[in-house]
T-cell receptor, first 115, second 109 residues
């Protein structure tokens, strides 16, 4: 069964360092997303990506965040200068469609710990 | 105004019990809802979706929407320890999806 894969599964970094989280969405999906979940809190939308550009982003997704689809398979989230409050589980997801036609498939997540 | 609300639990039930998980939503225009299950330290996975009012059944799971009271329910029959997880209700919003905070369920053997 096709699945969304994410790397690394866990990353520990120092505050102020850059981090890149990687995702391989399901191959025939067109919409890609990053969500995050701070420990014990709800799953929060960060950004959606379609047709090689950001289609929607939340207030959380400020200038320190960026996304890229560098080739036909990878989808990355970069955090330029990490803060303590960026510590969370980051989930990549993909879907064939959006809204009423889209079912989200999530990866296993990348746990980011900022010290 | 929160869009989708859930009681965070935890909810503990004995194996075999019927479980009722609930969400409320704020806008009566919402018509499409989803239930996701999230095991500890894993990504959410879609259990089922439902459109507008009425029931939808899939095995031991039944999703129900009551538009008049803006209430979404997920029923689990013959609950198993493997059902122990956090259950998230969600709805589409623009090009993304909004999740409730989730209800943590423990099914005790």
């Amino acid at each position: 069964e096709p699945e969304v894969t994410q790397t690394p599964s866990h990353q520990v970094t120092q505050m102020g360092q850059e981090v890149i989280l990687r995702c391989v969405p399901i191959s025939n999906h067109l919409y890609f997303y990053w969500y995050r979940q701070i420990l014990g809190q709800k799953v929060e939308f960060l950004v959606s990506f379609y047709n090689n550009e950001i289609s929607e982003k939340s207030e959380i997704f400020d200038d320190q965040f960026s996304v890229e689809r560098p080739d036909g398979s990878n989808f990355t989230l970069k955090i330029r200068s990490t803060k303590l409050e960026d510590s969370a589980m980051y989930f990549c997801a993909s879907s064939e469609g959006t809204g009423n036609t889209g079912e989200l498939f999530f990866g296993e997540g990348s746990r980011l710990t900022v010290l | 105004q929160k869009e989708v609300e859930q009681d965070p639990g935890p909810l503990s039930v004995p194996e075999g019990a019927i479980v009722s998980l609930n969400c409320t939503y704020s806008n009566s225009a919402f018509q499409y809802f989803m239930w996701y299950r999230q095991y500890s330290r894993k990504g959410p996975e879609l259990l089922m979706y439902t459109y507008s009012s009425g029931n939808k059944e899939d095995g031991r799971f039944t999703a129900q929407v009551d538009k008049s009271s803006k209430y979404i329910s997920l029923f689990i029959r013959d609950s198993q320890p493997s059902d122990s997880a956090t259950y998230l209700c969600a709805r589409p919003k623009g090009q993304n999806f909004v999740f409730g905070p989730g209800t943590r369920l423990s099914v005790l053997p």
